[in-house]
């Protein structure tokens, strides 16, 4: 168990934040860890990715060894709510050295591979690291981008908006009964209590931490099955970091990339029970407690499907729902 002493001025000071690149690395950590949890067609594509670009650096260290830990220096602390993926790939290449040094040697010698026979850190690891902690980090980042681009940057805008209505949603939760309360929800083995944030590990894991901090930052990932305790910081650690949690979104469906599963879902089920009668984006947006953007993104999906109409009056655009079947051959994206 994590056990992370916010206090009530640190509770204050919990922020919500996501990047392209987390979801890049929480895909691999899935792959490497609990690869059932996804569904087959983000296997193969990954599986292809890392095979035919040869990145296998990039598997070896994002997927972390027997003991689950994977270095976290490829999870850049984000500045504000929503960090581009150039600015997080820059932040991994120019990682501190002495932040590298550390995290591969916790690896190495404590969280992942162990020190006991048969669990030697992979050759290929080894060899990264004779060549300096510059080079490693250089290395990673360039094959976290081919990476990035190869598997997720077709579907990271519908992805996005998913993350982006989750977090809109705890919003609105936190409006209503506080950010205490909601911490609770997010997450089974995520706990809030008594100044305390406390992520619960697995039954088989041994692992134990407690540590102060002044702030916490949540990350939705449509990867995760349950709350990742990042950035661990033990008093003396180099260039330490802000605590990070990853939770499991809200609409965390882990969808294959294909055409017809976009209509899966649970904010398209819920906007299709709410437009039993028209209404306007603003209305679905209010009454979901989403975004109007993230409203209007799934809107068009439906829309192309045949699945909702679309009528207007004055300047008012309704929508609502249609009892008919879904073109799914030229409907969706």
């Known amino acids: 168990m ?8 640190g509770l204050g000071r919990v922020r919500f934040a996501m990047s392209p690149l987390d979801a890049a690395k929480d895909l691999l950590f899935a792959l490497a860890r609990s690869p059932r949890v ?15 670009r040869q990145l296998g650096l990039l598997a070896v260290v994002a997927g972390g060894g027997p003991g689950g830990y994977a270095p976290d220096f490829l999870r850049p602390e984000p500045a504000g709510f929503q960090a581009d993926l150039d600015t997080a790939l820059h932040q991994v290449a120019t990682t501190p050295s002495e932040r590298i040094r550390y995290e591969l040697t916790a690896a190495i010698g404590g969280h992942s591979w162990g020190q006991t026979v048969g669990q030697r850190p992979p050759q290929l690891l080894l060899t990264a ?29 519908s992805m996005r908006a998913r993350l982006e209505g989750d977090v809109a949603a705890w919003a609105s939760v936190i409006a209503r009964h506080g950010i205490a309360d909601t911490v609770n929800r997010l997450a089974p083995n995520l706990e809030w209590h008594d100044g305390t944030l406390k992520v619960h590990s697995l039954a088989t894991s041994s692992h134990r931490l407690s540590l102060d901090a002044d702030a916490a930052i949540l ?13 661990a910081e033990p008093p003396g650690a180099p260039a330490p970091r802000t605590p990070l949690i990853v939770y499991p979104a809200a609409q965390n469906d882990c969808l294959p990339p294909s055409r017809g599963d976009e209509l899966i879902g649970t904010t398209r089920i819920k906007l299709l029970a709410e437009l039993a009668q028209p209404r306007t984006t603003g209305e679905l947006a209010q009454r979901l407690y989403l975004s109007p953007a993230t409203i209007s993104y799934h809107l068009q999906i439906l829309h192309r499907a045949g699945l909702v109409q679309r009528t ?11 009892a008919t079947k879904p073109r799914l051959a030229d409907g969706l994206e």
């Open 312 to 322: 207007r009056r004055s300047r008012t655009v309704l929508y609502q729902r249609l």
């Open 2 to 9: 994590i056990r992370i002493n916010l206090g009530a001025h």
């Open 219 to 231: 990350v939705p990932s449509v990867f995760a099955g349950r709350a990742i305790f990042c950035a």
């Open 38 to 52: 996804l569904r087959a067609g983000w296997r193969k594509q990954a599986v292809e990715a890392l095979s035919e």
């Open 129 to 157: 690291m004779d060549r300096g902690e510059e080079y490693v980090a250089q290395r990673i980042a360039v094959e976290l981008e081919q990476f990035w681009c190869a598997v997720l940057a077709p579907h990271w805008p």
